[in-house]
């Protein structure tokens, strides 16, 4: 099956049938390992330790929303051991 770098869904779908998805993708990242199929091909992801979590809901009167963003880095990312430089106008 050919490797993916993106995958998307849209689904209508009964409170059950999200539940259940939603704990699906709870056990996925518990494991380590979220793989999205798809007849095209699949993308495997591999959730590390620290993970970026970001969670927003709203309610505007007839449409409710609440989103789930997760976000990590496969690798370290390497961060500067000095300040940047920043210039000011003198009498500033």
Known sequence: MKSKTKFSHDS???RQSTQELLVTLANAVKKGELTFQESEGELVLSPQQLLQVSLRASDEGDKQEVEIKLKWRTK???LSDTPPKIKSKAGK
């Open 76 to 78: 370290e990312r390497a």
């Open 12 to 14: 209508l779908l009964d």
